[in-house]
């Protein structure tokens, strides 16, 4: 896949005078982002930064029961005792595997090794490096015909009544190729969580991601940066595919701006459009058309 400079820019500075407490929170983001980038190619330091920073973020949260019947709105770091829910008619799953944050910084090193993304700072990158993370670690990029029904029939097959432990372990689905929104958006809250990014974790009813669709059941994240507020959509990506094969040429992640009156919308339980932008290339990835469609995402109700 072709890693592009392009979409939101997010790391230009804000003009907005945020209150001191949202000020400390990306002060924090970019310490962490500093303290990140100087061990980077120090995997031993950069090993114990992250066990003490895992041990800090789970000592300041708690265990919690998370899904669309539970929880529905997180704006913490998921404990890996968490038992985060797909369906309340199946073993939840636990964000247990450390070597999750491993895979990031994996990524983080590809990009700072690529010609075309060295000089940029790391905070411009964090979203393609979440998002690529996450495709990663899962092994797939989106949904196909067969995603679902898979998904399903794993948590089937792993859902017992007399299962014990009753939950799963995130590392059972590793590069599966089969996980979902639930999964998807539950690991990005983490992996932002960890770099110190003010993230919320939405568990909502009411989406709409095709226009030709009903509303329904979807997991994603709001972002909160110097730019201000953010809808991230790790399991729906912005695509660029070649025309009449749907070969996936490349993709960039799935940010949408919102207002500070959009996100207390959602919060409260309202609804907000965005529009979405895919393209449509020939062979040689030149671009042909532009296609534009609106999503609708939902908050908690």
């Known amino acids: 896949m072709n890693w592009t400079w392009n979409w939101y820019n997010i790391e230009m500075e804000s003009k907005s005078n945020w209150p001191t407490q949202e000020n400390n929170k990306q002060e924090e983001y970019e310490e962490i982002l500093s303290e990140i980038e ?33 929880k529905r709105w997180c704006s913490d770091f998921i404990h890996s005792e968490s038992e985060t829910y ?17 895979e990031m910084f994996s990524v983080m090193k590809d990009f700072k090794d690529n010609p075309s993304w060295k000089n940029k700072p790391l905070r411009s990158m964090m979203p393609y490096v979440i998002q690529h993370t996450i ?6 990029l989106t949904a196909s015909v067969n995603t679902e029904a898979n998904n399903q029939e794993f948590y089937k097959a792993h859902s017992a009544d007399d299962s014990f432990p009753a939950h799963i372990s995130l590392k059972e689905l590793k590069e599966k190729g089969i996980a979902v929104c ?14 110190g990014l003010e ?38 990506p912005m695509l660029k595919m070649e025309k009449d094969t749907n070969t996936i040429k490349s993709y960039n992640p799935a940010i949408y701006p919102i207002s500070k009156d959009d996100f207390k919308k959602i919060k409260d339980g ?13 062979s040689k990835g030149n671009i042909l058309e532009k296609k534009i469609a609106e999503r609708i995402y939902g908050g908690p109700n």
């Open 38 to 70: 100087k061990n980077l190619y120090h995997p031993e330091k950069l090993k114990g930064w992250t066990k003490k920073r895992l041990i800090e973020l789970k000592n300041k949260s708690e265990p919690l029961q998370i899904g669309f019947n539970y």
């Open 135 to 140: 495709v990663k670690y899962f092994g797939n």
């Open 199 to 236: 993230s919320n974790l939405v568990m909502s009813s009411n989406c709409k991601l095709l226009p030709e669709e009903k509303e329904e059941l979807h997991a994603f994240n709001i972002w909160h940066t110097k730019k201000g507020y953010f809808i991230f959509d790790p399991t729906n």
């Open 86 to 102: 797909r369906s309340m008619w199946v073993d939840p799953f636990r964000i247990d595997d450390d070597s999750l944050y491993e």
């Open 182 to 195: 639930a999964e998807k958006a539950a690991v990005a809250q983490n992996l932002t969580s960890i770099l």
């Open 270 to 282: 309202g609804v907000v459009s965005v529009q979405n932008e895919d393209i449509v290339c020939d």
